[in-house]
C-alpha cells in the first residue's frame, strides 16, 4: 500500500515544519498550505501553497486538486498575551478560519483531521497532572479558541461527518536535533526562545512574570515538551486515525514540570552565559501550573519521547538560536 498523502496547514511554522520533516522522512507525501504570516521559514518540507486559509475558495481548489488523505491543522495564532489583547483576531483565525477549513473539507470529502489543541483549554486545573477527562475551563481567548473547535469537531464526529485526534500541546520548546529547523517566530513570547535570545544579547534582560504563585518557589510550572517529540506523536495519532477511524482527544506532555527559575537557570548552565534577570508583576491568563497526565497517548499510541530532557531541550533550541 503506497504511503498516505498529508496535507499539513501551518506547515512551514515552529511545529508544522518539524512534523513535515518528519513525515518526509518516513515517506509520506507533504502538502503545505500556509499563509507566511508568523514565521521565516529556512527550509520547507513538502509543496508549498501560499494560501490564507480565509480563502476558502482557494482551499477548496488545492484539496480537490491534492486530494490528501488526512488534514492536519496547525494553522493559528498561539500568543495567550496576544490573544487578551486583541480576542476577536484569535477567534476570527483560530475559530473563524477552522470552520472555513472544515467546510472545504466537507466539500472536497476529506474526512480525516488532526488538529492542534492546547493545555490552554484547561485553564486552572483542579488536579495535576491533567488528564484528557479533566473539564474544559479556559482562562484566556487563546484556550477558549482551542475549546470552540474541539467541540465542533466532538459535535461532528458523534455525527460521523469527521474523523479527528486532537492533540493537547503542553510546552513545546526545543528545535531539530539535526539543526535544520527551529522557532521562526517574528514575535516570540515564549519563555526559553525569550531567555535564549537574553543569554544572546538580543534582550537586555528576562522578564520573570509573576513570583507569587503558590508553586514551591513561587513561578510557574510548565510541562516542556522536545518538539520532535511532539512531531513524532502526530505521525503515531495521523497512522493510528487513518486505521482506525476513532475519534480521540490527547495530551500531549512529559507528564514532568518545571519552574520558571528551573527554567532560567537551566539555560544558564547551558549556554554558560549569566544574563539579566528582572522579576516583575504576573503576565494576565497564566495558570500557575500546567503538567500534562500522559497515560492515554502512551497506552493508546505507544508513543515513547526521546528528546524528554529540559537540557537536551534548551541544547538544541540554543544550537539554533546561535545561527540565527
Ligand atoms: N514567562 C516569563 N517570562 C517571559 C516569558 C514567559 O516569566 O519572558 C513565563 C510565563 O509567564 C509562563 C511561563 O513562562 O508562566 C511559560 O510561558 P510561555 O509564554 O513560554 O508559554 P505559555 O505557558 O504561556 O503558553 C504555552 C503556549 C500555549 C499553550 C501553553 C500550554 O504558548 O500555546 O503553553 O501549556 F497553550
Given at each position: 500500500m503506497s504511503k498516505a498523502k498529508v496535507l499539513l496547514?501551518?506547515?512551514?511554522?515552529y511545529i508544522g515544519s518539524h512534523v513535515a520533516k518528519l513525515l518526509t522522512r518516513n515517506g509520506y507525501e507533504v502538502i503545505i498550505i500556509d499563509n507566511l504570516s508568523s514565521s521565516n521559514p529556512r527550509k520547507i518540507y513538502g509543496k508549498l501553497y501560499k494560501v490564507d486559509l480565509k480563502e476558502e475558495k482557494s482551499v477548496l481548489e488545492i484539496l480537490r486538486k491534492e486530494r490528501p488523505d488526512i488534514v492536519l491543522h496547525f494553522a493559528a495564532f498561539i500568543s495567550v498575551p496576544e490573544s487578551l489583547e486583541k480576542p476577536f483576531l484569535y477567534y476570527e483565525n483560530n475559530v473563524g478560519n477552522t470552520i472555513k477549513l472544515l467546510s472545504a473539507l466537507r466539500k472536497a470529502e476529506i474526512n480525516n483531521f488532526l488538529f492542534s489543541s492546547?493545555?490552554?483549554?484547561?485553564?486552572?486545573?483542579?488536579?495535576?497532572?491533567?488528564?484528557?477527562a479533566a473539564e474544559l475551563k479556559p482562562i484566556n481567548p487563546y484556550g477558549e479558541t482551542k475549546v470552540m473547535v474541539e467541540k465542533i469537531l466532538r459535535d461532528m464526529a458523534k455525527a460521523q461527518e469527521i474523523n479527528y485526534i486532537s492533540l493537547r500541546y503542553f510546552n513545546v520548546a526545543g528545535a531539530d536535533p539535526e539543526g535544520e529547523l527551529g522557532p521562526t517566530y517574528k514575535q516570540p513570547t515564549h519563555l526559553i526562545i525569550r531567555a535564549l535570545k537574553t543569554a544572546k544579547g538580543e534582550y537586555p534582560y528576562l522578564e520573570i512574570?509573576?513570583?507569587?504563585?503558590?508553586?514551591p518557589d513561587g513561578t510557574c510550572i510548565r510541562d516542556y515538551i522536545h518538539v520532535m517529540d511532539l512531531a513524532e506523536a502526530h505521525i503515531l495519532a495521523m497512522e493510528y486515525l487513518l486505521s482506525t477511524r476513532e475519534s480521540l482527544v490527547l495530551n500531549c506532555g512529559y507528564g514532568k514540570g518545571f519552574s520558571v527559575r528551573e527554567v532560567v537557570s537551566t539555560v544558564k548552565k547551558v549556554t554558560g552565559i549569566d544574563f539579566k534577570v528582572v522579576e516583575t508583576k504576573r503576565r494576565a491568563g497564566d495558570p500557575p501550573v500546567l503538567v500534562a497526565d500522559n497515560s492515554k497517548i502512551k497506552k493508546i499510541l505507544k508513543w515513547e519521547p526521546k528528546y524528554d530532557s529540559l537540557e537536551t531541550i534548551i541544547k538544541n533550541a540554543w544550537h539554533w538560536e546561535l545561527k540565527q
Open positions: 496547514t501551518g506547515g512551514a511554522g492546547s493545555a490552554a483549554v484547561y485553564g486552572i486545573p483542579d488536579v495535576v497532572p491533567v488528564s484528557e512574570f509573576g513570583t507569587d504563585y503558590p508553586t
